[in-house]
């Protein structure tokens, strides 16, 4: 028989709890009919909440920054309270955010924001993660909106200005910026290819990825922008290098189409979900398997796993402090793992039909995107509420403070350091 899990049943898992819902409220003529929640996002410093609420429309709600704890019940009347329809005469203050909405001509599959500030000057390097520094108007703050059509809408966010990048000829599944504030623009096609845009050139197009057989589904930037992963049809894997626009490594061990991929906060794992109902924790720089994380239990065969099994997974998404990541489920499970234990989820929850999600600034909350339109936020459960080992802080902090890794562990040799540090030795 199978199961969902592996060594315990559903009630033995502690349940991430809803909070609160965010239901579309348009309703404007002349948007398309689709009402999936394809992507969920934040803004780099965090201050804004963004969905595709169905029938071609994007939605930002400012967003509680800072606290380390929330008192739910605000927070449920914050989040509605600035859900309203805007006002076409509602404009954005020097001191108060507004609800922005965005209308579009077609189905919206994809969102992405990427500044004009790094994303290192945007995070505080300290341990908490907590503390963000806000963009204004002299930052350049730009949304990417990934179409059925094939077009990606370009928002500039402070100055509402808006322009059209036309090329790609089917659906643009997924989006990314590189994080060193240079507004590179990668996009994933299900063209069966990748392209790479210079937004600050005037969404100038420098260059097409090709190597992907069919489907590019996801796409993502390693933490220092380096590399960048993308993941397709069959199970494809690659990492490629951005200077060259090369593929340098190919990571086998999906059976069905990698649909999700996703580097920890310090580079040092790519994680990567797909519609074998598995999760997979790579080394990015070796392209060796850590850990899987199966949906299924026991884990099927290939030859059924590359099949309709009833157990696609649909999204994927690392908390920030680089100690948990979400995975959703075709079974109606949100699951929430340690990415450094892969026994069982540590938090579940049932959900309708979800399709996308992402962590809040403080990794307490997850956000999770449904065929229905509906945009649903969970609180970790209090027992989960813990700061991780301080052994993994300091892994983190090396990672992330040191330019070249790789360098540190090749002059580190195989000693333990050495393997603590590479993920090789998890906890």
């Known amino acids: ?143 990417a909106v990934g ?15 808006k322009f059209t990048l036309i090329d790609h000829k089917l659906v643009v599944r997924s989006l990314a910026f590189a994080p060193d504030g240079s507004l590179t623009l990668v996009s994933a096609c299900r063209d069966n290819t990748l392209k790479v845009w210079d937004v600050k050139d005037d969404g100038n197009m420098v260059c097409t990825l090709k190597g992907h057989k069919g489907w590019v589904h996801d796409c993502a930037f390693s933490p220092d922008g380096t590399y960048m992963a993308s993941v397709g049809a069959r199970g494809a894997v690659f990492i490629w290098n951005m200077s060259n626009y090369k593929i340098v490594r190919k990571l086998v061990g999906h059976y069905h189409d990698a649909v999700n991929c996703q580097y920890s906060p310090d580079g040092g794992i790519l994680v990567t979900s797909s519609w074998d109902a598995r999760a997979i924790a790579w080394d990015p720089s070796t392209g060796q398997k850590l850990l899987e994380f199966h949906h299924i239990y026991p884990p099927m065969d290939p030859v059924f796993a590359g099949g309709a099994n009833n157990s696609f997974t649909r999204g994927l998404s690392i908390s920030p402090n680089g100690h948990h990541f ?29 399709i996308s999600c992402c962590f809040s600034p403080n990794g307490m909350v997850v956000a999770v995107g449904c065929r229905n339109g509906q945009v649903s936020f969970f609180v970790m459960p209090m027992s989960q509420n813990t700061s991780p080992k301080l052994q993994h802080l300091c892994r983190m902090a090396i990672r992330k403070t040191i330019p070249d890794s790789q360098l540190l562990l090749q002059r580190l040799n195989i000693g333990w350091l050495a393997r603590y540090l590479s993920y090789k030795q998890m906890k």
């Open 1 to 143: 028989m199978t199961e969902n899990f592996q060594f315990v049943g559903p009630d033995d898992i502690d349940e991430a709890h809803e909070i609160c819902t965010l239901n579309p409220v348009s309703t404007r003529t002349g948007t398309v009919s689709g009402k999936e929640t394809w992507s969920v996002a934040f803004t780099p410093d965090y201050s804004y909440f963004a969905w595709s609420s169905g029938r071609g429309i994007v939605r930002l709600i400012p967003w509680i920054r800072d606290d380390n704890t929330y008192d739910y019940r605000a927070f449920n009347e914050f989040v509605n309270k600035n859900n309203h329809r805007p006002s076409i005469h509602e404009e954005r203050s020097e001191t108060e955010h507004k609800v922005i909405e965005y209308v579009c001509n077609s189905n919206v599959w994809s969102l992405a924001f990427g500044s004009s500030v790094s994303h290192k000057k945007l995070t505080n390097t300290q341990l908490g993660y907590r503390h963000y520094q806000h963009l204004d108007d002299d930052n350049i703050l730009m949304l």
């Open 147 to 161: 179409l059925h059509s094939g077009s990606i809408v370009l928002f500039n966010v402070f100055k509402r200005e």
């Open 326 to 354: 979400a995975t959703l489920c075709e079974d109606g499970y949100l699951r929430i793992w340690s990415l450094l234990d892969n026994s069982d989820p540590i938090a579940i929850a049932l959900v309708e039909e979800p």
